[in-house]
């Protein structure tokens, strides 16, 4: 890749912080981050006269998030050496934005590096004896990434599911299956005893 169509796409990708930065509330939800690489597309066709599909889009952050990984991983080896770190990247310094995203992660209890964002936090917080990941907005803890990207969805209004009777959405599916009862009249729960049929268990 020519040197400075690379400098290009990370000094754009450093614009959108939903990407990378991990207190935003947006960071790692999916829809999210195709927004944002969309709205990369169009800056940089609009700024940069730079045409760009999503699909190629996506490879070349991935190769960009590559690049500081590995330049990071060896920072990281020669701090625990104390021995002098030379990056292999020449745009490693405008890359450090990446730092709180993008593994590996030494920790600091005990100088273990952890490749990856969700198990780094989570071998953190049992360190520390917290909870490993927590919302932004109202500060509700969580054991697990994905939980937390769940309960953010909701902050959010991220629906990917929609009723197509009244056109009410849902972040997801069995949450949409629940509310077509509601139109169809279905109560798929029945008591053992009675026999009498429920729109959900806890009815």
């Not at 169009?42 to 330049?71: A, F, G, P, V, W």
């Not at 990856?116 to 803890?141: D, Q, W």
Request: hydrophobic residues 30%; neutral net charge; charged residues 25%.
């Amino acid at each position: 890749m020519d040197e400075s169509y690379l400098l290009v796409l990370i000094e754009t990708y450093k614009k959108y912080e939903a990407l990378w930065q991990v207190s935003n509330i947006a960071f790692g939800i999916t829809a999210k981050r195709d927004e944002m690489f969309n709205k990369m597309i169009e800056d940089l066709k609009t700024n940069h006269d730079i045409e760009m599909s999503l699909e190629n889009l996506q490879d070349y952050i991935k190769y960009i998030n590559r690049l500081y990984s590995k330049d990071k991983e060896q920072q990281l080896k020669c701090e625990l050496d104390n021995s002098e770190f030379t990056p292999t990247c020449q745009f490693y310094k405008e890359m450090t934005f990446l730092n709180e995203s993008q593994g590996p992660f030494k920790c600091a209890n005990c100088n273990e590096i952890i490749q990856k964002y969700e198990s780094y936090h989570i071998h953190v917080a049992f360190h520390n004896n917290t909870v490993p990941f927590r919302c932004p907005l109202c500060k509700m803890g969580f054991k697990q990434f994905r939980i937390y990207i769940m309960h953010a969805k909701r902050h959010l209004a991220v629906n990917s599911f929609q009723c197509n009777v009244c056109g009410k959405g849902y972040p997801f599916k069995t949450e949409l299956d629940w509310h077509l009862t509601s139109h169809t009249g279905d109560k798929p729960y029945l008591c053992q005893v009675c026999g009498t049929g429920f729109r959900a268990r806890h009815d």
